[in-house]
Nanobody
Framework: VQLQASGGGLVQAGDSLRLSCVAS????????MGWFRQAPGKEREFVAG????????NYADSVKGRFTISRDNAKNTVYLQMNSLKPEDTAIYHC?????????????????WGQGTPVTVSS
């Protein structure tokens, strides 16, 4: 599967952004999807995940209550709605897909990655 993320940009603290990740190739609905981010000088970290089949979502503590992950299998797209953005959310955001049915916060469990989309939040 090929993944293409978009929707990043430069915003002010408190603003919102919605990231999209469109998949092509094998059936999108068979993948568990995740969003990860990597800030300058830091390791890549899990942001949110959404399961295949019966929808289950999981979030990093740092984004709970502010970010929402969703998917539209008819459009082969996973979204990340980001509200109340903070300067510490500044990072390159990547979408990823894994063949397993469970959400996994370990980036090594995801076999497919899209290019990142940058998010910059100014204070």
């Amino acid at each position: 599967v090929q993944l293409q993320a978009s929707g990043g940009g430069l915003v002010q603290a408190g603003d919102s952004l919605r990231l999209s990740c469109v998949a092509s190739g094998r059936t999108f609905s068979t993948y568990t999807m995740g969003w990860f981010r990597q800030a300058p000088g830091k390791e890549r970290e899990f942001v949110a995940g959404i399961s295949r089949g019966i929808i289950i979502t999981n979030y990093a503590d740092s984004v709970k209550g502010r970010f929402t992950i969703s998917r539209d299998n008819a459009k082969n797209t996973v979204y990340l709605q980001m509200n109340s953005l903070k300067p510490e959310d500044t990072a390159i955001y990547h979408c990823a897909a894994r063949d397993g049915s469970a959400i996994n916060s370990n980036s090594r469990s995801y076999g497919y990655w899209g290019q990142g989309t940058p998010v910059t939040v100014s204070s």
